[in-house]
């Protein structure tokens, strides 16, 4: 039996994850469909989700149409970024989304100080016999 899959627009597809090897897997044995605009979502069953982990969301044996650069991401908890992308791995295509540190920009330091003032020195008069 050949099935295919296809998330409705604006649905979520939600992964609860146990471990870093543990976690629920859409294995689809046609081809798998996200729609622009669907969520893709990771739950934390009693785990803590770190910077450089990554999960294989769905593996389709079929073609993947991820759109995976226009889905919303989010896994519970985490304050990083999540990105994803449509990785083929011998004759199968597998949505990975990693959880990668946050971006940072330049630091300015906007506390307030005090505008240092300028002293003039005393007049010191020494008188030479």
């Known amino acids: 039996m050949n099935v295919s899959a296809r998330q409705a627009a ?3 597809l939600l992964s609860g994850v146990t471990s870093g090897t543990s976690y629920g897997q ?6 798998a469909t996200v729609p622009s605009g669907a969520s893709v979502g990771l739950t934390s ?18 073609t993947g149409t991820y759109n995976e ?18 990785v083929s791995t011998g004759d199968h295509s597998d949505l ?6 946050p971006t ?3 630091i300015r330091d906007e506390r307030d100080f005090p505008v240092p ?6 007049r010191v008069g020494i008188e030479v016999p």
């Open 117 to 122: 003032r300028l002293r003039r020195k005393p």
């Open 26 to 31: 859409l294995v689809v044995s046609g081809n």
């Open 69 to 86: 650069g226009s889905l919303h991401y989010s896994a519970a908890g985490y304050t990083g970024s999540i990105t994803a992308q449509n």
């Open 10 to 12: 604006g649905a979520t």
């Open 45 to 62: 069953l009693g785990y803590a989700f770190a910077a450089g982990q990554r999960y294989i969301v769905i593996d389709a044996a079929g």
């Open 104 to 106: 940072s920009g330049p």
């Open 96 to 101: 990975v989304v990693t959880l990668s540190t």
